[in-house]
Every structure is written in structure tokens, then in C-alpha cells.
């Protein structure tokens, strides 16, 4: 198999052909955020002079004479069948083992794309669908070391876990949990049949979201975005929950690569159209107060008719509450929408994820989250894509373990688990490789 570098332009035409679903970690879009700050190539396995499989490799410095590379999220073929034939897979992996070494790199680290088997909301795996470790056990046999099959939060690789909900019916089945082509028409789910799934709090605050004043902005990255809000919310939510928001120029950088497949979404709380909204809501309740004053007078003994009253001044007194909160609002702000939550999402032709979010903890009560993902999962649904990916989890479901609320948050918009074979590990450097690979994943391999 002849094995050469391929262009954006190259690699983006293999996609288009192959027709493949693919990890936004596999785009050209990813590999073009990467380029300004990173030594990233895409590496392409030719067939009578055909592109089979393509990958992309990132190399980064070690032990400073060397390199180690990576690549996110494992190989691309041409077609389904080609991600299951050992014979042209070690060609092309020894092809591209070759090159690795001659730029000096110790090790090359895969971390794959397939799905290992499949699971349900609660984390419990499905049986009968689908089980991959025979495809790991083929990769081993491809000169790979494999990674234990980890959960929690590692920093050092990317999620394991994640939660998505399936936007077509039989997902599992069809894809056996490899990338299918998209050439394909499935049936897709309704938003109503979607939402039957998620628990009933839920549903209850996506009904709230839909309020009138509550807004949401959907921005492309190539609608020159400003993050400066969803920066300031995504540092709302690292301080209460303790985690690193990571790069803003990255954040930034990503978003215009992926340009009208990238997206902010910031959803607002729109503070005049809330005050006429309570203000009018005010005058309903006095007239409905009024009235049942009424109907008290002629049937005094009547206790239904008291607590209907009674029930109307409770609601009179939290509108009035709720009026005076909205004023302190006001008089701390000094726009006419406070961002409430923000998220940022890349789309791939198979589908949509939510990469990362923030949102204000002190007004949680007005549904920010719930605003921004209605608007994209009805999105993710009018492109017809496959799946709406909220990304990573820790893969610990019991209350007490790490991560925990990650994954019940996500469980009850409806999402399932996901869970992929892992990391695969190939040494290249036969005298150093070893001593560098037990430097950075110490203990996080299999015996």
C-alpha cells in the first residue's frame, strides 16, 4: 500500500466519497484549528492509486530530541468493511508507522473511534446488539498495546464515555458500533418522540424554556463570533464546579475553523419582555382574585371556593415576588438581556456535539441550559443528523463516584451511554519508546 500526505482539500474529497459518518475530531475543519499551533499531517493509504483509508497524526515534543504522535479519534476508510480487513488495516498502519519514525516519534497513540458495546441511559450494557472487543484484539494483532478499558476523567486522553441521544431509529443495530455511511436514509425521531424519553422534571423545563421571554442567539463561526459572554458563563460554572475552562484564543481559533458548521448559542433573559410579561400577569391574577372574592361572598361555607382563593393570592404574592426580584435585577445590569447560559457545538455531516457550556448558577431558576439545547437538538434534527452528542462523561454511574451529576444531567435529557475501545498504543522507538510510554501512561495498560 503506497502511503503519502494528504492536503485538506485531498482529505476533505476522500470524506466526501467514503460518505462515513465521523468524530469532529476526524475533520478537516479540526485539522485546520490545529495547524497554526500544532505539526499536524494527514496521512493517506492508496490502492491502485485510490484512497482507502485516511488519518490524522498530530506530533508533539518529547524527551526533546523526539516526538510522540497522536491521533484523536483513529482512521477513516472508504468504506464500512475496510475498518474490519486486518490485511490492508497492517499495511496501512506499518505504511504509516514508517513515517513516524523517520520524524523521530517514540510512540504513536490511537485513540479509537468505535463504539465497544452498547448502553443504555443508566450505563448498563445492552446485549445482543453488538460487542467489539474482537476488533481491539485485531488491532493488538496490528502491533498495537492496548489501553485498559477505563473510567473517570483523564486529562491526558479524550473521553472514553459520553452521553448522546440517537436521532434515527435502530442506530445500534445498524452500525454495529462502527461509522456507517450517510448516503443511507434512516428515520429519524420527532422532537415529541424524543422528549417522551426524558424524565418528567425535564420535560417540565423545557416546557418553562419556552416562555416569551426567554431568548436565545445562535451565532456561526463564520459570523465572526464574540465568546466574550459564554467566556464569562464558563467561568460561572468552572469556579461551582471546580473544573478548567480551558483556552479562549483555542475556543476561538475552533469555532472559525469550523465556520457555518460551528456554533455559539447563548440563550438571555430578556428583562423588559419579562417585566410586561409579570405585569400582565399581575392584572390576570387581580381580576381572577376579584372574581373568586365574589364567589366567596355568595357561598361562604363552600371550602373548594376558599382554597381556589387562597391558591390565586399565593400565586398574586410569588408574581409580586418576582417582580420585586426582577427590579433589583435590573438596577444591577446594564443591558436589556442578561446571558444566561452558553454553549459551543460543532456539526459533522453525521452529527451534532456539544463540546462544553457554562450558564449562571444565581439564575438557574430561569432555564438558561434548557433554552440552548432545545434550539440545537431541533437543529441537529432539521439537518437530519444521526446524533446529538453531549460528549463526555466519566463512565461512573452511581451517585456517590466521580462525575456523577455530568452524566444524570444528561441522562435525564434523554441520553444514552456511549463507549469506545479505547486507546491503542503502537512503540515505535524500540530503546526509548518503552521508558517515554511508561512515563505517560503508567499503569494505564493492559497486562
Given at each position: 500500500?503506497?502511503?503519502?500526505?494528504?492536503?485538506?482539500?485531498?482529505?476533505?474529497?476522500?470524506?466526501?466519497?467514503?460518505?462515513?459518518?465521523?468524530?469532529?475530531?476526524?475533520?478537516?475543519?479540526?485539522?485546520?484549528?490545529?495547524?497554526?499551533?500544532?505539526?499536524?499531517?494527514?496521512?493517506?493509504?492508496?490502492?491502485?492509486?485510490?484512497?482507502?483509508?485516511?488519518?490524522?497524526?498530530?506530533?508533539?515534543?518529547?524527551?526533546?530530541?523526539?516526538?510522540?504522535?497522536?491521533?484523536?479519534?483513529?482512521?477513516?476508510?472508504?468504506?464500512?468493511?475496510?475498518?474490519?480487513?486486518?490485511?490492508?488495516?497492517?499495511?496501512?498502519?506499518?505504511?504509516?508507522?514508517?513515517?513516524?519514525?523517520?520524524?523521530?516519534?517514540?510512540?504513536?497513540?490511537?485513540?479509537?473511534?468505535?463504539?465497544?458495546?452498547?448502553?443504555?441511559?443508566?450505563?448498563?450494557?445492552?446485549?445482543?446488539?453488538?460487542?467489539?472487543?474482537?476488533?481491539?484484539?485485531?488491532?493488538?494483532?496490528?502491533?498495537?498495546?492496548?489501553?485498559?478499558?477505563?473510567?473517570?476523567?483523564?486529562?491526558?486522553?479524550?473521553?472514553?464515555?459520553?452521553?448522546?441521544?440517537?436521532?434515527?431509529?435502530?442506530?445500534?443495530?445498524?452500525?454495529?458500533?462502527?461509522?456507517?455511511?450517510?448516503?443511507?436514509d434512516y428515520e429519524m425521531f420527532t422532537w415529541e418522540e424524543l422528549i417522551k424519553e426524558m424524565s418528567g422534571n425535564t420535560r417540565r423545563s423545557f416546557q418553562k424554556a419556552d416562555l416569551p421571554y426567554l431568548e436565545y442567539k445562535i451565532t456561526r463561526g463564520d459570523q465572526d463570533p464574540d465568546l466574550k459572554e459564554f467566556?464569562?458563563?464558563?467561568?460561572?460554572?468552572?469556579?461551582?464546579?471546580?473544573?478548567?475552562?480551558?483556552?479562549?484564543?483555542?475556543?476561538?481559533?475552533?469555532?472559525?475553523?469550523?465556520?457555518?458548521?460551528?456554533?455559539?448559542c447563548v440563550s438571555y433573559l430578556n428583562i423588559s419582555s419579562y417585566e410586561y410579561f409579570l405585569k400582565t400577569r399581575d392584572l390576570?391574577?387581580?381580576n381572577k382574585e376579584k372574581e373568586a372574592l365574589e364567589v366567596c361572598e355568595k357561598m361562604p361555607n363552600s371550602k373548594k371556593k376558599r382554597n381556589q382563593l387562597l391558591e390565586i393570592q399565593e400565586q398574586i404574592n410569588h408574581n409580586q415576588k418576582e417582580l420585586n426580584y426582577l427590579n433589583e435585577l435590573k438596577s444591577s445590569v446594564e443591558k436589556n438581556k442578561i446571558p444566561l447560559a452558553g454553549g459551543v457545538f460543532y456539526e459533522t455531516p453525521g452529527e451534532m456535539v456539544y463540546l462544553s457550556g457554562g450558564s449562571r448558577p444565581d439564575l438557574a431558576k430561569y432555564m438558561g441550559p434548557y433554552v440552548i439545547q432545545k434550539a440545537m437538538i431541533h437543529m441537529a434534527l432539521e439537518h437530519n443528523l444521526r446524533r446529538y452528542n453531549f460528549w463526555g462523561i466519566s463512565g461512573n454511574f452511581k451517585p456517590d463516584e466521580q462525575g456523577y451529576g455530568v452524566f444524570y444531567f444528561k441522562k435525564n435529557l434523554g441520553a444514552t451511554v456511549g463507549e469506545y475501545c479505547g486507546e491503542f498504543i503502537k512503540v515505535l522507538n524500540p530503546v526509548f519508546g518503552p521508558y517515554y510510554l511508561k512515563k505517560i501512561r503508567a499503569g494505564k495498560i493492559e497486562e
Open positions: 500500500m503506497n502511503i503519502k500526505s494528504l492536503s485538506i482539500k485531498d482529505y476533505q474529497s476522500f470524506l466526501n466519497e467514503a460518505g462515513a459518518s465521523y468524530n469532529f475530531m476526524q475533520s478537516p475543519e479540526f485539522v485546520m484549528s490545529y495547524q497554526e499551533r500544532e505539526d499536524v499531517q494527514i496521512y493517506g493509504g492508496l490502492e491502485d492509486g485510490k484512497v482507502i483509508y485516511a488519518v490524522i497524526v498530530i506530533f508533539r515534543p518529547a524527551l526533546k530530541f523526539f516526538s510522540y504522535a497522536s491521533s484523536p479519534r483513529e482512521w477513516i476508510s472508504l468504506t464500512p468493511e475496510l475498518m474490519q480487513n486486518e490485511k490492508l488495516l497492517k499495511e496501512f498502519v506499518e505504511g504509516v508507522s514508517k513515517i513516524l519514525k523517520s520524524k523521530k516519534s517514540l510512540v504513536w497513540l490511537v485513540e479509537s473511534n468505535v463504539e465497544y458495546q452498547p448502553r443504555d441511559k443508566n450505563g448498563e450494557p445492552v446485549k445482543g446488539i453488538f460487542f467489539n472487543e474482537p476488533y481491539r484484539q485485531m488491532i493488538k494483532n496490528l502491533g498495537f498495546i492496548l489501553s485498559s478499558l477505563w473510567r473517570g476523567y483523564d486529562e491526558a486522553r479524550q473521553s472514553r464515555w459520553v452521553s448522546w441521544i440517537d436521532l434515527q431509529k435502530g442506530l445500534p443495530s445498524l452500525s454495529q458500533g462502527f461509522p456507517i455511511c450517510l448516503k443511507n467566556d464569562e458563563l464558563l467561568e460561572m460554572s468552572a469556579e461551582k464546579h471546580n473544573f478548567e475552562t480551558g483556552s479562549e484564543k483555542n475556543r476561538l481559533e475552533m469555532l472559525k475553523s469550523f465556520g457555518p458548521h460551528g456554533y455559539l390576570e391574577l387581580i
